[in-house]
């Protein structure tokens, strides 16, 4: 069966600091893989999506980066983190033609 | 553009009754629709989907129907239960990509 981890499950980083969040799935080959986020009352933002190694598409433009160095890790980045980076960051990944999404158990990042 | 919509908001209704949450989307061009589950604090659980050739999808006390043509989804919830208190929120996919377009989802509770 296919699992998706992340890590960490919660981070509290200062303003102007750098960010690695990482995403792993077990069990499937060539997934497709996604990193959203959820801020406080608001719905799932697409940040970004990639459909195989070293292949990011970008939703949103920011200063967040997104790198897919093996088939099934995905990490979002930043140099410099703002305030408004606080938030819940979900990572997924599909296959198929069906694109069925499973979900991470997601990070809560505060940014102080 | 695609958008999405559920309705209520926010529902609280005592243990035992049947439950209907509404999803509805702008564009019929749909290739399929995926409900979710989350709890606070986590990542979204994967409840149903939908194809858009299907009429609906049952998982236990779950029933999810589709009317494309109107652009809505219902999600029954027969019975219900404590343990259904979390947000709903429906996603959909359409043809020739691999991004979710999500609503806002519905918050339930279900008290004793």
């Known amino acids: 069966s296919q699992t998706i981890h992340q890590w960490p499950a919660t981070l509290v980083q200062p303003v102007g600091s750098p960010l690695s969040l990482e995403c792993t799935v077990e069990?499937?080959?060539?997934?497709?893989l996604y990193w959203y986020r959820q801020a406080a009352g608001r719905g799932l933002q697409l940040l970004f999506y990639?459909?195989?190694?070293?292949?990011i598409s970008s939703e949103v433009p920011q200063n967040l980066s997104a790198s897919r160095p093996q088939d099934r890790q995905f990490i979002l980045s930043s140099k410099k983190l703002l305030l408004s980076d606080s938030g819940f960051y979900l990572c997924?990944?599909?296959?198929?033609?069906?694109?069925?999404?499973?979900f991470g158990p997601g990070t809560r990042l505060t940014v102080l | 553009k695609q958008e999405v919509t559920q309705i209520p908001a926010a529902l609280s209704v005592p243990e035992g009754e049947n439950l209907v949450l509404n999803c509805s989307f702008t564009?019929?061009?749909?290739?399929?629709l995926q409900w979710f589950r989350q709890d606070p604090g986590k990542g979204l659980t994967s409840l149903l989907l939908?194809?858009?050739?299907?009429r609906e999808q049952t998982s236990g006390r779950l029933n999810a129907s589709l009317d494309k043509s109107s652009g809505r989804s219902t999600l029954y919830i027969a019975a219900s239960q404590p343990g259904d208190s979390a947000t709903y929120l429906c996603?959909?996919?359409?043809?020739?990509?691999?991004?979710?377009?999500f609503g806002t989802g519905t918050r339930l509770q279900v008290f004793p």
């Open positions: 997924a990944w599909s296959e198929g033609r069906i694109n069925e999404q499973f």
């Open positions: 069990g499937t080959s060539n997934p497709n």
């Open positions: 990639s459909v195989g190694i070293g292949q």
């Open positions: 564009d019929s061009a749909i290739y399929n």
């Open positions: 939908i194809q858009s050739s299907q």
């Open positions: 996603a959909v996919k359409r043809r020739n990509t691999d991004k979710l377009i």
